[in-house]
């Protein structure tokens, strides 16, 4: 017997074989853990964020308006011919605006729903709550309903 022959038959006889215990056994674990660490964050919240920087942090909100559609889109309007003429503060006169998301009501293929802690970064307005219900409409996710709530700190 060709000792050689021998020890490649031995060497393959330990190595692990397809199926129960084998290769395939680590193939689903190794799947769902690149799903997580690539599934990243819904698109719905990309938008809820921008629309949150652009009307929170940057006073944009005629940039926000393209973010929405429905009564959230009729409220920015209003807003907006409210603030016509009014001349914008400037960047040292704003209050330092922070957000995060508090609430999250898990995002299906039409609807999702974030809500938000805003601080203001002024000590005469009180805890503020945004809660943005969003809408996948034409292609894209929009701002359908947007409310806020004053809350004691």
């Not at 919240?45 to 559609?69: I, K, N, P, W």
């Amino acid at each position: 017997m060709n000792p050689e022959r021998e020890l490649n038959r031995r060497s393959r006889a330990l190595r692990p074989r397809p199926g129960p215990g084998g290769w395939r056994s680590l193939g689903l674990p190794a799947t769902l853990a690149m799903t997580v660490m690539c599934g990243g964050t819904p698109a719905s919240r990309h938008v809820a964020d921008r629309f949150m920087a652009l009307y929170y942090d940057q006073s944009h909100v005629g940039e926000a308006v393209q973010l929405c559609t429905g009564a959230a889109k009729a409220r920015l309007e209003e807003e907006i011919k409210f603030m016509k003429g009014v001349p914008a503060a400037a960047l040292g006169e704003r209050p330092h605006v922070t957000f995060r998301l508090r609430a999250q009501e898990t995002p299906t293929g039409a609807q999702a729903t974030y809500v938000y802690r805003v601080h203001l970064g002024t000590p005469e307005v009180r805890a503020l709550f945004a809660k943005l219900v969003l809408v996948h409409e034409g292609g894209q996710w929009l701002v359908s309903r947007f409310d806020e709530k004053e809350r004691a700190s």
